[in-house]
């Protein structure tokens, strides 16, 4: 219900996650590095599955440089998109048949200022070639992701790029783009403080993703008294629509307000929706659970698949077997059963881990460490 729009826990947890996410993409120097306070040599985010769930596609930052990286689960190959020096490639998402990558592109000046505000969405063939930048246009552009057809990317734009303040942008909501025509479509009109896990349903009409704090609510009138107090709007909200417009929420193209609501209970506040291909695999962290993950049942009994701390970023493989989330190391988990198949550490781990000798010792099967490099780039520049 919209009555827990403004007042449920997610929001402070949602708030730190956000300016956490913004900061880590503005403080990267003129090269191309990472030099956030948090971790100045190798740092992990943006995790996703490729098509048959066989690799997994996340950003990497080393003081070297920022990179859209893949590391393949059976092989232990780690491969890497190189970026040119005036621009950083980020949250990387294959298409659904496997032949082609989108991600978001980030405009880096002579000086090294990262151009928020002129982020575009781009695509390229899985092996590099036809590069393209596919939107126009003002505005933060975020996590890309192909509909089922191929002929669509779903992403969310923030319309406001701010001078000042706590987060460099805001405003967000959902936007589609048709690759055969080059038509940018808004498709909420929410303007909210986070937003992301977009994804599409089979139909690819219906979408679903994860909003917080809205400051617009289309067909809601503001009081007289005060036309700015979200806390009224939310009021008007339960009587007008019984489905929330916050959290995981799930819409259909064309559509003002979602039509479709989920039994989480009472008690389950759910985010980062995570959607198998043939949308059959909801999963959604419980939030303020120690990022614990669970596969949604519409008669209410979620069943726990896997947790991981303090989760970055979290992914479902397309045919919803494999969870894979990033705390410090990536860890995958087995939808059916919740077992553990595969944790992935960066080589500073084990120096910063204590008795990492001991937690390591006759679990070579369970622990694998990614390269430190990339064997080959899979553009050629």
């Given amino acids: 219900m919209i009555n827990k729009l403004l007042s449920r826990p997610a929001i402070h947890?949602?708030?730190?996650?956000?300016?956490?996410?913004?900061?880590?993409?503005?403080?990267?120097?003129?090269?191309?590095?990472c030099m956030s306070k948090l971790d100045s040599k190798d740092s992990i985010?943006?995790?996703?599955?490729?098509?048959?769930?066989?690799?997994?596609?996340f950003d990497r930052c080393r003081n070297e440089g920022c990179q859209i990286q893949v590391y393949d689960l059976e092989t232990g190959e780690l491969a890497a998109y190189q970026s040119p020096e005036n621009e950083r490639w980020t949250m990387g998402k294959y298409s659904y048949d496997g032949k082609r990558i989108t991600f978001s592109v980030i405009p880096v000046s002579f000086t090294g200022r990262l151009d928020l505000g002129?982020?575009?969405?781009?695509?390229?063939?899985?092996?590099?070639?036809?590069?393209?930048?596919?939107?126009?246009?003002?505005?933060?552009?975020?996590?890309?992701?192909?509909?089922?057809?191929?002929?669509?990317?779903?992403?969310?734009?923030?319309?406001?790029?701010?001078e000042k303040g706590r987060t460099p942008a805001a405003q967000y909501d959902a936007w589609e783009v048709n690759l055969e025509t080059g038509q940018q479509t808004q498709l909420t009109f929410f303007k909210y403080y986070y937003m992301g896990s977009l994804a599409y349903f089979p139909d690819d009409e219906r979408f679903i993703f994860d909003g917080d704090m809205p400051t617009a609510f289309p067909g809601l009138e503001p009081t007289k008294a005060n036309p700015l107090d979200n806390q009224e709007m939310s009021k008007q909200g339960r009587i007008k629509n019984a489905i929330p417009i916050s959290g995981v929420v799930a819409m259909k193209r064309g559509d003002t307000l979602p039509r479709e609501n989920f039994n989480f209970g009472e008690k389950f506040f759910a985010k980062k929706p995570l959607l198998s291909k043939d949308g059959s695999k909801l999963i959604v962290e419980k939030d303020i659970s120690g990022g614990d993950f669970?596969?949604?049942?519409?008669v209410g009994n979620h069943r726990l698949v896997g947790g991981g701390?303090?989760?970055?970023?979290?992914?479902v493989s397309p045919d919803g077997k494999l969870l894979g989330m990033i705390a410090t190391s990536i860890h995958i988990f087995e939808v059916q059963d919740g077992r553990r198949k595969v944790i992935l550490y960066l080589p500073s781990t084990p120096k910063i881990t204590q008795n990492w000798d001991n937690a390591y010792r006759g679990s070579e099967n369970l622990y694998k460490m990614i390269p430190e490099k990339p064997s080959y780039f899979i553009n050629k520049l």
């Fill in 294 to 298: 669970y596969l949604y049942s519409p």
């Fill in 309 to 315: 701390g303090s989760v970055k970023s979290a992914a």
């Fill in 45 to 57: 985010s943006n995790l996703s599955f490729n098509h048959d769930g066989k690799k997994v596609v």
């Fill in 118 to 162: 002129q982020m575009q969405i781009a695509v390229m063939d899985a092996d590099g070639k036809n590069y393209k930048k596919v939107t126009t246009g003002h505005g933060a552009k975020l996590y890309p992701t192909f509909s089922h057809n191929g002929k669509k990317i779903l992403y969310a734009c923030a319309a406001q790029i701010r």
């Fill in 13 to 33: 947890k949602t708030f730190i996650a956000c300016i956490a996410m913004l900061i880590a993409i503005t403080l990267v120097p003129s090269t191309g590095n």
